[in-house]
């Protein structure tokens, strides 16, 4: 049976920035374009390898996307102890929504970790 993940004190995500581009990317369906950089920390006592992620959009219209996938943008970071990564990316959405989820970890021991990804509001200006 394959091991639940479990939180690793010290393995972590910040939201380090967030903007509004309505000028750039969006479609029609999806007019809203949203930019956000975030570092992922490993401030625990063990190297892991960020090995995927899962987000979680709510709009205020009342639909949820679910997005998991490999990687973070197309690498597996490995992270010694005291090492952080950091990337952008982005999220369209219809109008408001707010965006959450986690990044899967597996330790040099392989040990499935998780680190949240604090929610955070995504609000057309």
């Not at 979680?56 to 597996?76: D, H, I, Q, T």
């Not at 990564?85 to 408001?96: D, I, L, P, W």
Request: with cysteine; aromatic share 10%.
């Amino acid at each position: 049976m394959p091991q639940k993940p479990r939180l690793l004190p010290g393995f972590t995500a910040t939201l380090d920035r967030l903007f509004y581009d309505p000028e750039r990317g969006a479609t029609l369906e999806k007019p809203h374009l949203f930019i956000y950089f975030i570092t992922i920390h490993n401030k625990s006592d063990q190297a892991l390898t960020v090995k995927g992620r899962k987000w979680v959009v709510r709009e205020a219209n009342g639909e949820v996307m679910a997005l998991e996938g490999e990687g973070v943008v197309g690498s597996f970071p490995h992270l010694k102890p005291g090492e952080k990564f950091s990337y952008n990316s982005c999220h369209t959405t219809h109008g408001a929504a707010i965006a959450e989820g986690s990044y899967l970890g597996l330790t040099d021991l392989g040990e499935a970790v998780i680190a949240p990804i604090p929610s955070f509001e995504l609000v057309p200006e």
